[in-house]
């Protein structure tokens, strides 16, 4: 097992890897000697994994690694990489669940691995390094909204829409509530994926599913009219030090009959709640294709090309711009995500997302 050692931003080592195992043996770009990368055999613990999660966990999506079919490249005392595997070629989830002074040390020792391995959902500094470091190309992916509650209120004429989903909610006679003990969400959420442009299969990878092994510390909010269940959304934890800091909206179903307006109040409802527990903030997760003005050196044109007409044309396949919509009502502030890829136009690697994602 590892332990956290309260005076030192690393891990202590655990018994079952030999420091010999961690001296010198390959180098990254700049000269510096690293640790060698580890056996094929070792991988961690649930138990240190969920370590390493809840002391470097800050990524939106760092949570969703836990997520069934995940593969992983550990590195003790440092940390880990979640990636999926299709057709040969590997997809990274998120940015590397470690210290941020250690990134590129584990992705130096996964590409050597791996070399030819795409990387999605990451953040700026990640991506910055990916580009500097490793000469890949990194392109923006969407945005991530974050709220901040100490300074969160209702009002403002941007919040209309949400003062008046609010009020609608209240004179339908619904009620929220948190619970964890609820089961009805199953039948629910089959009524909810038979509206959806894609109807017999749930999207995954870049979503985490909504049946997941692990639920330790994600909030459940429920909607009722007269007792029926018509809608809820699933709040995962995003964690820092070892210490919630953070939710994010990751599962929402709701009826066809009561859709209007629900997750406007129950997201409204859990951020009362946690604001009232002292967060100061909230993520609302990623905005998919939401790409600025610009492009950067860094940048494959062909592809912000590319993913600039799917979000303008592509809303048959999935509801970009109603998602990136909603989350605009809550006035948060944005930042950039990006991918990062070794060609201009990573073809296969998009065709191996999308059916992680389970497209098709």
Same mark, same amino acid.
């Given at each position: 097992m590892f332990m956290f050692n309260s005076s030192s931003k690393t891990l202590i080592q655990s018994k079952y890897v030999p420091a010999a195992n961690m001296t010198s043996g390959w180098v990254l770009p700049d000269g510096k000697e690293k640790a060698e990368p580890l056996p094929e055999a070792f991988a961690f613990s649930f138990e240190e994994r969920m370590a390493y999660i809840k002391k470097?966990?800050?990524?939106? /999506?760092?949570?969703?690694?836990?997520?069934?079919?995940?593969?992983?490249f550990d590195m003790p005392g440092k940390g880990f990489i979640?990636? /999926?595997?299709?057709?040969?070629?590997?997809?990274?989830?998120?940015?590397?669940?470690?210290?941020?002074?250690?990134?590129?040390?584990?992705?130096?020792a996964f590409m050597q691995?791996?070399?030819?391995?795409?990387?999605?959902?990451?953040?700026?500094?990640?991506?910055?390094?990916?580009?500097?470091?490793?000469?890949?190309?990194?392109?923006?992916?969407?945005?991530?909204?974050?709220?901040?509650?100490?300074?969160?209120?209702?009002?403002?004429?941007? +919040?209309?829409?949400?003062?008046?989903?609010l009020n609608q909610t209240r004179k339908s006679g619904i009620v929220i509530r948190e619970c964890c003990e609820e089961n009805r969400h199953h039948a629910l959420s089959k009524e909810w994926m038979s509206?959806?442009?894609?109807?017999?299969?749930?999207?995954?990878?870049?979503?985490?599913?909504?049946?997941?092994?692990?639920?330790?510390?994600?909030? +459940?909010?429920?909607a009722y009219h007269e007792? +029926?269940?018509?809608g809820f959304v699933f709040f995962d934890p995003i964690y820092?030090?070892?210490?919630?800091?953070?939710?994010?909206?990751?599962?929402?179903r709701f009826s066809n009959s009561f859709r209007q307006g629900i997750f406007y109040s129950l997201l409204i409802c859990a951020m009362e709640t946690f604001k009232k527990e002292g967060l100061k903030e909230v993520n609302l997760g990623l905005s998919i294709l939401v790409l600025d003005d610009?492009?950067?050196?860094?940048?494959?044109?062909?592809? +912000?090309?590319?993913?600039?007409?799917?979000?303008?044309?592509?809303?048959?396949?999935?509801?970009f711009r109603g998602i990136a919509f909603t989350k605009s009502r809550f006035n948060g502030k944005t930042h950039n995500f990006y991918c990062a890829h070794r060609w201009p136009l990573p073809l296969i690697k998009l065709l191996t997302m999308v059916k992680l994602s389970n497209v098709f």
């Open positions: 470097y966990g800050s990524h939106c /999506m760092s949570f969703s690694t836990l997520q069934p079919g995940m593969r992983f979640a990636y /999926m595997q299709k057709w040969g070629s590997q997809m990274v989830l998120s940015d590397p669940v470690c210290h941020e002074d250690d990134r590129e040390m584990i992705i130096a691995k791996f070399k030819r391995a795409g990387f999605v959902q990451i953040t700026e500094p990640v991506a910055r390094l990916m580009h500097e470091r490793f000469g890949y190309y990194a392109t923006q992916f969407g945005v991530e909204t974050i709220v901040d509650m100490e300074n969160w209120s209702l009002s403002g004429k941007k +919040k209309q829409i949400l003062r008046t989903s509206t959806r442009k894609i109807k017999n299969r749930e999207i995954g990878f870049l979503i985490r599913p909504m049946v997941m092994d692990h639920e330790e510390e994600t909030r +459940k909010f429920f007792d +029926k269940l018509v820092k030090d070892g210490k919630v800091i953070s939710y994010v909206p990751n599962i929402s610009q492009d950067k050196t860094s940048e494959s044109r062909v592809l +912000k090309s590319i993913e600039r007409l799917v979000y303008r044309y592509g809303n048959f396949i999935y509801n």
